[in-house]
């Protein structure tokens, strides 16, 4: 963004020279050149530090593995590699039917127990019996959950990914690899990382614009979430990571984005805020025939 700076004074420099025929001297070249320094380097230097930009914008990500809390055989897998899904969604399916019978058995059981203790007489026999049913109806709340847990839901909306495993499976109790992975996306919700000076001014709750590269054009109003108060795990130790919260309600959640830009507005200069939203829209427009990032 700062090159468009740049190229915004050097246009206006042909603009004077060639087409305006302001004579070409030592003089003018001179003016030329210290104005070009004086009015880029100035706002250049004053956008980084009181509003700050950056190309380094991602959708947040979050990644859940997903296992079977049971074991037992695949008797059906209802999703498939890079496919949405929502919360709740069935994933796949164990063969209940152990579990059926173990259930079953349970139940048999608590209704002898449950007979033992009518018939038993008071006393010790009586509060033996009493502590035989209570261990019996325990067994029998952990067979229902773990029949319940035989289907396998989807626990946020998200993206299948490295799906490894097939109808007919056998999975053990203690599986070492996921069965896949839930890849989560906020749309909302973005990343940007920043140099660590550049976080002076910021907080949460500043207000920010964002520009993804396959909305060539459009400028998204947002605001700032939570700022990493240390560097992001990255190969440039000085930068840190800036949540962002897309709230215009022009932003379609549907869209598909990917990488953009940002400019967040801190405290003080707004007149060099202005100069920022301006290159913002400017590079958003040049995505239409490059992507600026």
Not at 10 to 23: E, H, M, T
Not at 191 to 199: E, F, K
Not at 248 to 274: M, R, S
Request: aromatic content about 6%.
């Amino acid at each position: 963004m700062n090159a468009l700076l740049v190229l915004t004074w050097l246009a206006l420099c042909v603009l004077l020279f060639l087409i305006c025929r302001v004579p070409f001297n030592r003089w003018t070249a001179t003016a030329a050149t210290l104005g070009g320094i004086l009015l880029t380097a100035g706002p250049i230097i004053a956008m980084n530090h009181y509003h700050p930009y950056s190309s380094m914008v991602r959708p947040q990500l979050s990644i859940l593995p997903i296992t079977a809390p049971v074991a037992g055989a695949v008797i059906e897998v209802a999703v498939e590699e890079n496919q949405t899904v929502r919360r709740g969604e069935l994933l796949f399916r164990v063969d209940p039917e152990p579990l059926q019978l173990e259930v079953r058995a349970f139940e048999a059981r608590v209704e002898q127990a449950q007979s033992a203790l009518q018939l038993a007489p008071a006393g010790a026999a009586r509060d033996l019996a009493q502590a035989r049913l209570a261990e019996l109806q325990a067994g029998l709340s952990k067979a229902l959950y773990r029949l319940g847990q035989t289907s396998v839901r989807a626990p946020a909306d998200g993206r299948i990914a490295d799906l490894g495993i097939a109808s007919e499976q056998v999975l053990g109790a203690t599986p070492t690899d996921p069965a896949m992975r839930l890849v989560g996306t906020d749309p909302t919700r973005v990343v940007a990382w920043l140099r660590q000076n550049q976080l002076t001014r910021i907080d949460p709750g500043a207000p920010a614009e964002i520009a993804f590269d396959t909305i060539p054009g459009r400028i998204f109003s947002a605001e700032v979430v939570y700022v990493s108060p240390t560097p992001a795990a990255s190969a440039d130790s000085a930068q840190a990571a800036v949540q962002l919260r897309i709230t215009d309600p022009g932003f379609d959640p549907l869209a598909p984005i990917g990488t953009a830009q940002v400019a967040i507005y801190g405290t003080g200069l707004p007149e060099i805020a202005l100069l920022r939203k301006l290159l913002l829209r400017m590079s958003a427009w040049i995505d239409y025939v490059y992507p600026y990032a």
